[in-house]
């Protein structure tokens, strides 16, 4: 079944370095790719999605790559601040489907120490 | 708020009690998902809805779970006879024709 797994599970670094959130996906048919943030006690929200005729989109600080071929996709932070530390979701879709469910990885707690 | 709304925010229930919770969506959004989270994990999903219609049900759901979504706007998901298992975060999300999910609060439910 589809599956999407994300590494890594947990993730500290020091205030102004980059972090790196990785996921792989199992169904080929994806192609639609959000990255949630979840504060502790708090909805998920988008911070950023990727659709699979793009291969890099950017949004200040704030990145995501996709190798279609490798099905692999990548949540890239950088010049990370205290604010940043929170729980990242990715997920993967197949947008245009008669669903459009969101097959969540199990999530990276991404901690940023001042 | 024009986001999407959960209520209840908790619900504390014994074991074999029914328990209901509501989901408005976005206003317009004509798509709406429930989602299960459990401690630790990614949000897994349940149901979805287009407009009134249960058009997907997961596996996950099983015969004492139900959700209604009667006129296409807001939802209801039902619990019976609540297990200990049932305990995690419902989380409702709606979109627009297919495009991105808005994730409501979630509804944190604990079964004792």
């Known amino acids: 079944g589809e599956n999407v797994e994300q590494h890594p599970s947990t993730l500290s670094v020091q205030e102004g370095d980059s972090a790196v959130i990785k996921c792989t996906y199992s169904d080929s048919a994806s192609n639609y790719f959000p990255w949630y943030k979840q504060e502790l006690g708090k909805r998920p929200q988008l911070i950023i999605d990727i659709r699979s005729n793009v291969g890099e989109k950017k949004d200040q600080r704030i990145a995501v790559t996709l190798n279609k071929t490798a099905k692999h996709f990548s949540l890239h932070i950088t010049e990370t601040q205290p604010e940043d530390s929170a729980v990242y979701f990715c997920?993967?879709?197949?947008?245009?489907?008669?669903?459009?469910?969101?097959?969540f990885g199990t999530g990276t707690l991404l901690a940023v120490q001042p | 708020d024009t986001g999407v709304s959960q209520d209840p925010r908790h619900k504390i229930t014994k074991r074999g009690q029914n328990v209901t919770f509501r989901c408005d969506p976005i206003?317009?959004?004509?798509?709406l998902y429930w989602y299960r989270q459990t401690l630790g994990q990614g949000p897994e999903f349940l149901t979805y809805?287009?407009?009134?219609?249960?058009?997907?049900k997961s596996r996950l759901l099983s015969d004492r779970f139900s959700a209604e979504r009667p006129k296409g706007s807001f939802s209801t998901l039902e619990i019976q006879r609540t297990e200990q298992g049932d305990s995690a975060m419902y989380l409702c999300a709606s979109s627009m024709r297919g495009e991105t999910q808005y994730f409501g609060p979630g509804t944190r439910l604990l079964v004792l």
């Open positions: 997920a993967a879709s197949w947008a245009g489907g008669a669903t459009n469910k969101l097959i």
């Open positions: 809805f287009q407009n009134e219609a249960q058009l997907e």
């Open positions: 206003s317009e959004h004509n798509r």
